[in-house]
C-alpha cells in the first residue's frame, strides 16, 4: 500500500471527499477574476508589457480547476503526478486536517518518495 492511501486511511479521509473540497478551494471568486482582468490589462498595455507581474502588484489567481477522480486514484496507487496536482491534493488534504483539528502536512508526509511526473520535453525551434 502506497504512502498516500496508507496516510488517507489511517486519518479515515476518504477520496471523494478529496475531490469534492479540492474544487471548493480552488474555485475562483471575485478577487481571482479581478487579479485575471488585471493581468489581460496588462499584457495589453504596450508600456506595461515588459514589466513583470510582481513589479506591478499583480497576483496570480486560482485555477479554478479542482483534482479530478482519476488524479486522485493514481495518487493511491502512487503514480507520478505533476507538482501543481501534487500541490491540490496537499491543500485538500490540510484543509480536511484542520476541520478535524490534525497538523498540517507536506507533500513528503504525504507522497514519500514518489518522483513528481516530468512533463514532455519543449521542442527546439
Known amino acids: 500500500m502506497g504512502t498516500f492511501k496508507q496516510f488517507l486511511n ?3 479521509v476518504k477520496p471523494e471527499a478529496l475531490v469534492r ?3 471548493q478551494l480552488e474555485a475562483r471568486d ?10 489581460s490589462d496588462k499584457r495589453r498595455d504596450k508600456e506595461n508589457q515588459t514589466k513583470p507581474y510582481a513589479e506591478l502588484g ?15 486514484q493514481a495518487a493511491l496507487e502512487d503514480k507520478p503526478l505533476s507538482p501543481k496536482v501534487r500541490g491540490k491534493l496537499v491543500r485538500a ?3 480536511v486536517l484542520g476541520k478535524k483539528g490534525g497538523q498540517q502536512v507536506d507533500f513528503k508526509a504525504l507522497f514519500g518518495e514518489v ?3 516530468k512533463g514532455a520535453a519543449a521542442k527546439a525551434s
Open 10 to 12: 489511517d486519518q479515515q
Open 21 to 23: 473540497l479540492s474544487s
Open 30 to 39: 471575485e478577487a481571482d477574476r479581478k487579479l485575471a482582468k488585471q493581468r
Open 58 to 72: 499583480i497576483g496570480k489567481p486560482k485555477s479554478g480547476r479542482g483534482v479530478s477522480v482519476q488524479q486522485v
Open 93 to 95: 488534504v490540510n484543509a
Open 115 to 117: 518522483a513528481a511526473r
